[in-house]
Each structure stands twice: as C-alpha cells, then as structure tokens.
C-alpha cells in the first residue's frame, strides 16, 4: 500500500512539473513574440509578400517546414526551411516579389536540430503550413502570421503560429 502511496506521489509530482514546465514555455513564447512585434512592425509595412505566399515561393526548394519574418542586420527578410528527400534547407523570399534570393543547405548546429525536430512534426501530418496559417487568420480577424513552427507535443503534430496586427502580437498553436 505504502509502494502505490508513493508512486501516486511522483506521478502526481511529475504532472505538476510538467505543467509548469508548458507555463513557463508559453510564458517565454509569449515575451518573445512581443519582442519580435516590436522590431517587425514597422519593417513589415514594405512587405508586399505575404508569409503564406513566402511558402509558396519556397515549395520549388523542397516541402516547407517552417517560416518566419524576421529582422536580419537592419533589413527585413522572409526565411523557409525546406526538406527534400533527408535535405534541409533554408530558403530567403524577396519579400517584394515573392522570387526565391537565396537558397542554402543546412547543414549543422542548432538550425539542423531545428530542422530536423520540425521535419519530425510535419511527417506526422498532411496538412501544410499553408493551411494551417489560412485556419490562424480567418480565427483571428485583422491578424497577420509572422511565423509558423510544427513540433510534436505529447506525441501530437502541431504549430505555432505568430500573429500580428499592428505592433500587437498573438501566438496561437494550431493542430496539424
């Protein structure tokens, strides 16, 4: 009986833990997004490609999976990671035209473990990013996605999607 007392105990320890845990994660994704919203805001007003139409663009690379508008050494940039075959790369859209500028291989450090985690996610679905930043938008009237990333959460494929409108930002996670 003492045996069962105590592994009710841990187990009860560990879901808490866990639950923090995702708090805290959602906390930070939430400091961070504001952050970013700050420094895209104004950056995003010369963007004429959307992050769907970004996807697009780099679906000639290879399959997308994930986007982001981000600001890189002042100038903004729309930046796809692509997988083809056992491929990563990443993929920058001109974010006036929609025209591929730049495409490189993946080939190591954090961006490859980023790669390869939401390579994980996105085979545990058909849905596309597309889709699932279409679903974001049309919920949240007024709101523009930033940024989308899969990853696997208990087991369950799904993304996060940053939104934007204005200087205000929302994070949303989407089932894939």
Do not use: C, W
Not at 16 to 41: I, P
Not at 148 to 173: C, I, N, R, W
């Amino acid at each position: 009986m003492r045996h069962r007392l105590t592994i009710l105990l841990v187990l009860t320890l560990a879901s808490v833990v866990a639950a923090q845990e995702r708090e805290g994660h959602e906390k930070a994704e939430a400091e961070e997004g504001a952050r970013t919203a700050q420094a895209l805001a104004p950056a995003l007003k010369q963007a004429k490609v959307s992050l769907v139409g970004g996807l697009q663009a780099a679906e000639k690379e290879g399959r997308p999976i994930s986007a982001k508008f981000e600001v890189e050494e002042g100038k903004l940039q729309l930046s796809v990671y692509t997988m083809k075959t056992d491929k990563f790369s990443e993929v920058v859209v001109d974010h006036q035209t929609g025209k591929i500028s730049k495409s490189e291989p993946i080939t190591g450090g954090n961006d490859l473990a980023a790669a390869r985690k939401q390579a994980d996610a996105m085979a545990k679905t058909k849905q596309s990013l597309r889709d699932v930043i279409s679903r974001a938008e049309k919920a949240n009237p007024g709101y523009h996605a930033v940024s989308v990333y899969p990853e696997l959460e208990d087991g369950k494929a799904q993304a996060d999607v940053m939104l934007l409108k204005g200087s205000t930002s929302k994070s949303v996670e989407e089932p894939l």
